[in-house]
T-cell receptor, first 113, second 115 residues
Framework: EAGVTQSPTHLIKTRGQQATLRCSPI?????VYWYQQALGLGLQFLLW???????NRGNFPPRFSGRQFPNYSSELNVNALELEDSALYLC????????????FGEGSRLTVL | KQEVTQIPAALSVPEGENLVLNCSFT??????LQWFRQDPGKGLTSLLL?????REQTSGRLNASLDKSSGRSTLYIAASQPGDSATYLC??????????????FGKGTKLTVNP
C-alpha cells in the first residue's frame, strides 16, 4: 500500500513568486494536514482538510492557502513568497479525525531566494 | 495552551546501550500521544501511537509509556543500533475545537548511536 506522497521533492523560487505543493494521502484517508518545518523552529501546524473542507488553520497569514480535491488529495499554495517561507513542508494523512494515527510524507523542500 | 517538551535535546550513546527518551506535556486532556522518528531532511515515520486510555505500546525494540496524570511519556529503546540514529519527536493530540488539528509537537531529541 502506497504511503503519503508529496511533490515536488524540491522547489526553488524567488521572493514574490507563488509556490504550489501537492499531497496524496494514503488510500481511504480523508483527513490531510499540512505542517511547516523551518530550521530550528520545529513543526508548525498550517492547515487541516477533511472531506473536502478546510477544518482549521494555524497561525499563518492568508497567503498560505490550499484545498482538498474530491479524491482527498490536497495542494498547498503559498503566494507572495518571502525568504522566511523557506522550509520543509510536510503533509500527513489520517483515517480517523481525532484518534487516528498520523502518517507523514517525505516532504517538499521549498527554498526562496 | 498545550506545551510539549522533550529532554534531552541531544543524546549520544554507544551501540548496544538501552536508553530512554522523555516527553512531557502540560495539558492532560489528550486524545493520544504519538512518537515519530525523523532522519535528516526527511519526513516523519510513525513509531508508536498510545491512546489516552492506554498505558504503553510496544513495537520490536521500542516501548512507549504514557502517564497522563503526570503529563509524561517515555520512549524506551532496547539494544540501540547505529541505524537508530535520528531525531525522535513526540506529538500530543489534545481536545479542542475541531479536535485533531490540535496536534502539538515537541522539538525532538537528536539521538546518535556510536558503533
Amino acid at each position: 500500500e502506497a504511503g503519503v506522497t508529496q511533490s515536488p521533492t524540491h522547489l526553488i523560487k524567488t521572493r514574490g513568486q507563488q509556490a504550489t505543493l501537492r499531497c496524496s494521502p494514503i488510500s481511504g484517508h480523508t483527513s490531510v494536514y499540512w505542517y511547516q518545518q523551518a530550521l530550528g523552529l520545529g513543526l508548525q501546524f498550517l492547515l487541516w482538510y477533511d472531506e473536502g473542507e478546510e477544518r482549521n488553520r494555524g497561525n499563518f497569514p492568508p497567503r498560505f492557502s490550499g484545498r482538498q480535491f474530491p479524491n482527498y488529495s490536497s495542494e498547498l499554495n503559498v503566494n507572495a513568497l518571502e525568504l522566511e517561507d523557506s522550509a520543509l513542508y510536510l503533509c500527513a494523512s489520517s483515517l480517523y479525525k481525532n484518534t487516528g494515527e498520523l502518517f507523514f510524507g517525505e516532504g517538499s523542500r521549498l527554498t526562496v531566494l | 495552551k498545550q506545551e510539549v517538551t522533550q529532554i534531552p535535546a541531544a543524546l549520544s550513546v554507544p551501540e548496544g546501550e538501552n536508553l530512554v527518551l522523555n516527553c512531557s506535556f502540560t495539558d492532560s486532556a489528550i486524545y493520544n500521544l504519538q512518537w515519530f522518528r525523523q532522519d535528516p531532511g526527511k519526513g516523519l515515520t510513525s513509531l508508536l501511537l498510545i491512546q489516552s486510555s492506554q498505558r504503553e505500546q510496544t513495537s520490536g525494540r521500542l516501548n512507549a509509556s504514557l502517564d497522563k496524570s503526570s503529563g509524561r511519556s517515555t520512549l524506551y529503546i532496547a539494544a540501540s543500533q547505529p541505524g537508530d540514529s535520528a531525531t525522535y519527536l513526540c506529538a500530543v493530540r489534545r481536545y479542542g475545537m475541531g479536535g485533531s488539528e490540535k496536534l502539538v509537537f515537541g522539538k525532538g531529541t537528536k539521538l546518535t548511536v556510536n558503533p
